[in-house]
């Protein structure tokens, strides 16, 4: 595919030298989705972001780096959310298409096709699709690019909130825009545009004034990952679909089991709260 095809996709350009660890973004995205809030702590391990990781109820969160500057601390921030990949791996190994790319730019998915086998999960290099374990009927989830907005005319609910860092258009203007801002203070950036070629080019590009591996990036190749993914795929195509209806299966005897045992347990319950009721009759 041409890197052309995607010049006119909706596409964020993030600046985290210029994001303040608001998380406005954060919040945004939570009411927009309305996700309900997760149990948090101040310090988690691995750094001070809240929640400690995204979930099904988490698309989007600010991740902190604390290092140090001539002498004084400092803190770098990075807006983790779905990269929104031109050529998405998630949507190259689903079976039945509940991922896709749609002509806008946003990656999404849709859950009266999804069989639950999680190859999504598998596939992409940014963890970023999650499971809803808690749920007898579990789908997959993550950040939609505000879709439904998007095709509207609107920007992300997100990008919207963000008072400083989120800038929003086409794909070009974003990559035409990370330039500029490189060419005219070279100082303040490292000298790279993270999703320019990443993945193979995505919808979310960064610009950072430290190392993007320090941030937690992970490295990926710059050929599109579908290509890696149906390189192996291809040749199990019996095994993909099996092993997929089969996950699905084995989750949905899983919570059968876990919801008959709880209305076992609530059962002799409510047998005994009836007994008074009935001798006062
Ligand atoms: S970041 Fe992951 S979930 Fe998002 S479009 Fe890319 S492969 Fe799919
Ligand atoms: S694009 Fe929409 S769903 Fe994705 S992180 Fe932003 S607000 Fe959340
Ligand atoms: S709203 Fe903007 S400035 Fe605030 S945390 Fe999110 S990306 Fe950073």
């Known amino acids: 595919m041409s890197e052309n095809k995607f010049s006119q996709t909706s596409s964020f350009l993030i600046d985290m030298t210029k994001c303040t660890g608001c998380r406005g973004c954060q919040v945004a995205c939570k009411q927009w989705n309305e996700l309900r809030a997760e149990n948090t702590k101040f310090f988690d391990g691995e750094g001070y972001q809240n929640p400690p990781a995204m979930s099904e109820y988490t698309f989007t969160r600010i991740k902190f780096r604390d290092y140090q500057r001539h002498g004084q601390n400092e803190f770098a921030f990075y807006k983790e959310m779905c990269m929104h990949c031109n050529e998405p791996a998630c949507a190259s190994v689903c079976p039945v298409t509940a991922f896709y790319k749609t002509e806008e730019g946003p990656v999404v998915y849709r859950p009266e096709r999804c069989i639950g086998c999680r190859f999504c999960m598998i596939a992409c290099p940014f963890g970023v699709p999650k499971y809803e374990w808690s749920k007898g009927l579990p789908l997959v989830r993550k950040c939609t690019g505000c879709y439904s907005r998007v095709k509207e005319g609107l920007w992300p609910a997100c990008a919207t909130t963000c008072p400083t860092a989120i800038t929003y258009g086409t794909r070009d203007e974003m990559l ?33 004034n430290l190392p993007f591996d320090e941030l937690g990036f992970k490295p990926v190749t710059f050929r599109p990952l579908p290509e890696y993914t149906w390189d192996a795929l291809r040749y199990v195509p019996g095994a993909f679909l099996t092993v997929g209806g089969g996950l699905s299966a084995l989750a949905w005897i899983t919570h059968r089991r876990e919801r008959l045992k709880k209305e076992q347990e609530v059962a002799p319950l409510e047998e005994t709260s009836k007994e008074p009721k009935e001798d006062q009759e």
């Open 176 to 208: 035409a825009e990370a330039e500029r801002r490189l060419a005219r203070n070279p100082e303040r950036y490292i000298n790279k545009v993270y999703g320019k070629e990443d993945a193979g080019g995505t919808c979310v590009l960064y610009l950072s």
